[in-house]
């Protein structure tokens, strides 16, 4: 007998539902055509690496509403200005998550944020179809989120590989040992280490400690989740990791900028390092 499904399994489940929907009015091969003639994404692995050379660690400033997990975590929800606070802030990239069912995400709130600021964005979604990926080209995302745990087989490395057609970066995203393998394998440039177990939401910043080593330059190791302040930044630099993606602790500031700003300070002071440029 099987056994109960995951958190995760029933996002997925929800999630190829909407993909179906969302065909049906707009099939893939008018999407492809729609896309064609955009303008090349800002370079979102570049922008990555030089945040990690001028100041030793480079921020993924995430832009959502909600969680599954924490519910609503900011109720005064406004894309284009959390944007502009988070580039004041100095991010060296952004994260919007468009998920709606269970993060009241939306895709209009990542064209927002982009059409703020001048940084480079991550669509955060359950990412399962090329359809998705082609959406995300579509509506102004400069990168797009695989994670391992949702993409078995060779489904993974096909996603990968439309991602870099779109000329989209992909940010592979991994949780232990083996999808830390199959990231390796793919060549991945950007390797995402989520600290939140998906099937579980149990999170443990000991397993970027673990697994950061293994991640070697070129490739750039990114620290998700649980990542709360310049400690944990500063724990996960000594591990390897070049880059951190944070959400949570910044939405629930009172200003988003302003804490990233002086969360990249101390980081400074946390690492030993001198003050950003």
Not at 76 to 84: G, H, N
Not at 250 to 275: H, N, S, T
Request: glycine share 8%.
């Amino acid at each position: 007998m099987n056994g109960p499904r995951t958190f995760l399994e029933r996002i997925l489940d929800t999630k190829r539902e909407e993909i179906a929907a969302r065909r049906a009015r707009l099939p893939a091969g008018e999407l492809a055509a729609r896309i064609a003639g955009l303008p090349p994404p800002r370079p979102f692995a570049a922008a990555l690496r030089a945040a990690a050379e001028s100041d030793g660690l480079a921020v993924i400033a995430e832009i959502k509403r909600a969680s599954p997990s924490a519910g609503v975590i900011r109720a005064d929800f406004d894309p284009a200005r959390l944007a502009a606070q988070y580039a004041a802030g100095g991010a060296a990239c952004l994260s919007v998550l468009t998920d709606a069912t269970y993060f009241q995400g939306h895709e209009d709130h990542l064209s927002a944020a982009r059409a703020a600021c001048d940084r480079p964005v991550l669509r955060k979604d359950f990412t399962l179809d090329p359809w998705q990926i082609d959406e995300a080209r579509l509506i102004g995302a400069d990168a797009v989120l695989l994670i391992a745990a949702a993409l078995p087989g060779e489904r993974l490395a096909e996603l990968y590989a439309h991602a870099a057609e779109r000329q989209l970066a992909a940010l592979v995203e991994i949780h232990d040992e083996a999808e830390l393998e199959r990231a390796l394998a793919l060549k991945a440039e950007l390797v995402g280490i989520n600290h939140r177990d998906l099937r579980t939401f149990v999170t443990d910043l000991a397993i970027g400690e673990r697994l950061a080593p293994r991640i070697a330059p070129p490739a750039l190791a990114i620290g998700e989740s649980g990542i709360r302040n310049a400690a944990d930044c500063a724990r996960l630099w000594r591990a390897g990791g070049r880059a951190v993606l944070i959400g949570e602790t910044f939405m629930r500031a009172a200003d988003p900028g302003a804490a990233l700003a002086a969360l990249r300070r101390d980081f400074q002071q946390a690492a030993g390092l001198g003050r950003p440029t």
